[in-house]
């Protein structure tokens, strides 16, 4: 990223962080050229839903492998569903490809689709992929 747009993005980002009502926390490294950026960077956050973007890397990158098939179906039981958000926990024994679980897990931050995911993807498997990169 160019000087110019790293001042913009940081500039925007510290705007960001002193106006939100609340606590934030931010922290960017651009890969090309080593620039760093740290708002609240050393506060402990809860984590919450910021594990399911590692799931879905790692569901794409054993895709990419051919070691996983985004197309294979999963039928998602009553006694694995959980509470909090999501539509899974709506519906009675349901069956749905890996594919659509991942689409549910990140448009309507579906706890259970990230639970079965979880279980799929390897949390190991998962925790090593972030550490390489």
Sequence with gaps: MNAILWEKLSGSIEW???EFDGVMGVSIKDLTTGNTLSVNGDEQFLAASSIKIPILVELHKKAKAGTLDLDTEVTVHDDVK?????VIKELGDVTLTIQDLATLMI???????????????VMDDVNATMEEL
């Design 16 to 18: 960001a962080a002193e």
């Design 82 to 86: 959980v509470g909090g958000t999501g």
């Design 107 to 121: 448009t309507v931050s579906d706890n259970t689709a990230t639970n079965v995911l979880i279980d799929i993807a």
